[in-house]
């Protein structure tokens, strides 16, 4: 049972323009959400996350939505930029949970010229 | 300050054999994790601990051994390697609740 879910296993966007990645969920306790980017052979890297009691949370270009009654969030990046071409996860949290992330299954994002 | 470490970056058993993963922290964290990624599986949780001395199962522990007698170190041990066990592995520590720090990984391939 997925209970976080990344439906689009890729998306291709031109440089400059904004890159939307969707995440859904299935749990109505998590409270806490992440999103990891990953390159090739490297580990994942935190990029930005949002709590449940906000719908809405920047930093810089990433942007991450979070819509409760729907169970989705997703990450806007703009403008889009080369070097963001890599595999993004959504994660998920529970409170009093301590490491226990639940992660999608990735996008993977490719930003052309 | 190096992060989160891991060894070997890559390694290939055979069915039945066992070997440790390392995994090392020098930021003082409490919470450790392990994951292993799959392909079309995103990642999944093998085991955590919440210091030293304490330890849990994740979503996927079945096959895999864990200990933690300090805070820097956490190996994850197959006992008898399956090819099922075909993984990349990653190791993650945790301050707070913002965001978890991850290893490079250990590629293992199990013939």
């Known amino acids: 049972d997925q209970q976080v879910k990344q439906n689009s296993p890729s998306l291709s966007v031109q440089e400059g323009r904004i890159s939307i990645l969707n995440c859904d969920y299935t749990?109505?306790?998590?409270?806490?959400f992440l999103w990891y980017k990953k390159y090739p052979a490297e580990g994942p890297t935190f990029l930005i996350s949002?709590?449940?009691?906000?719908d809405k949370n920047e930093d810089g270009r990433f942007t991450v939505f979070l819509n409760k009654s729907a169970k989705h969030l997703s990450l806007h990046i703009v403008p889009s930029q080369p070097g963001d071409s890599a595999v993004y996860f959504c994660?998920?949290?529970?409170?009093?949970?301590?490491?226990?992330?639940?992660f999608g299954t990735g996008t993977r994002l490719q930003v052309t010229l | 300050n190096a992060g989160v470490t891991q060894t070997p970056k890559f390694q290939v058993l055979k069915t039945g054999q066992s070997m440790t993963l390392q995994c090392a922290q020098d930021m003082n964290h409490e919470y450790m994790s392990w994951y292993r990624q799959d392909p079309g599986m995103g990642l999944r949780l093998i085991h955590y601990s919440v210091g030293a001395g304490i330890t849990d199962q994740g979503e996927v522990p079945n096959g895999y051994n864990v200990s933690r007698s300090t805070t820097e170190d956490f190996p994850l041990r197959l006992l008898s390697a399956a090819p099922s066990q075909t993984s990349v592995y990653f190791c993650a520590c945790r301050g707070g609740r913002e965001t978890q720090y991850f290893g490079p990984g250990t590629r293992l391939l199990v013939l």
């Open positions: 749990n109505s306790m998590f409270d806490y």
């Open positions: 994660a998920a949290s529970l409170t009093g949970t301590a490491s226990k992330l639940t």
């Open positions: 949002i709590s449940s009691i906000k």
